[in-house]
């Protein structure tokens, strides 16, 4: 599926879920050193989409004599919460889109769970940190000599930066960049993901 479609069906996807989660109760107000699992009501407060620019990092993104984009546009779609006001988990569903080099292209998408800690700034803002794991299917075409070709799927790091800016309550403008280390047909490669998207908090 094209990834502009990919990003449309997502976009709808929230669209239909926001209003049915923003009707549920809301919890009560947490302490702030209390905690609060995953598997408790209240824990899953936040969903957003983030749109931007990818790189492809290889040591071969870019073979002599053979065409070469190592830059895509890049999505992901994302729901969280929060242990407790600084810490919190996120699950996501991203695609790195493609990427031409040696006659052929790269492409991957995935799914990934991350960890962040970060420093509230009033009630809808914050700067934060993040580390987690993706698990993702990769595919490499291409006719150049030595350039590894097929498919692969496994997991691997992932780890990045972010800051979002209130602008209500409830919504809020978020900036990302993210690293994911992923497997390729030739190995670990690296792919570098800055984005820029909406949040929508459930309170």
């Known amino acids: 599926m094209h990834l502009r479609n990919i990003a449309a069906l997502s976009l ?36 957003g989409f983030n749109f931007g620019q990818s790189k492809l990092k290889a040591g071969d993104a870019c073979i002599s004599g053979f065409r070469c984009d190592e830059k895509d546009q890049t999505f992901r ?3 969280g919460g929060r242990f407790n006001n600084a810490v919190g988990l996120e ?17 991957g998408y995935g ?27 990769t595919g490499v075409e291409g006719s150049a000599p030595g350039l590894e070709t097929g498919t692969e799927r ?5 780890y ?8 209500t309550p409830q919504w809020a403008a978020r900036v990302d960049f993210d690293r994911y280390r992923l497997d390729f047909a030739s ?9 820029l998207g909406a949040q929508y908090t459930f309170r």
Request: cysteine-free; hydrophobic content about 40%; charged content about 15%.
């Open 160 to 167: 990045g930066v972010g800051a979002q800016v209130g602008l």
């Open 187 to 195: 190995g670990k490669e690296d792919v570098d993901a800055i984005t």
């Open 154 to 158: 496994g997991w691997g790091p992932r």
């Open 12 to 47: 709808a996807t929230v669209g239909i879920a926001a209003p049915a989660l923003a009707q549920q109760t809301s919890p009560p107000p947490r302490a702030p050193d209390s905690w609060q699992m995953p598997y408790e009501r209240g824990f899953w407060g936040h969903a």
């Open 111 to 137: 799914v990934d769970v991350t960890l962040i800690a970060g420093v509230p700034i009033g009630a809808n803002s914050a700067v934060f940190g993040k580390l987690g794991a993706a698990y993702a299917r």
């Open 77 to 79: 779609l994302y729901a």
């Open 91 to 107: 699950a996501g569903l991203f695609n790195i889109g493609t990427f031409t080099r040696g006659g052929g292209e790269t492409d």
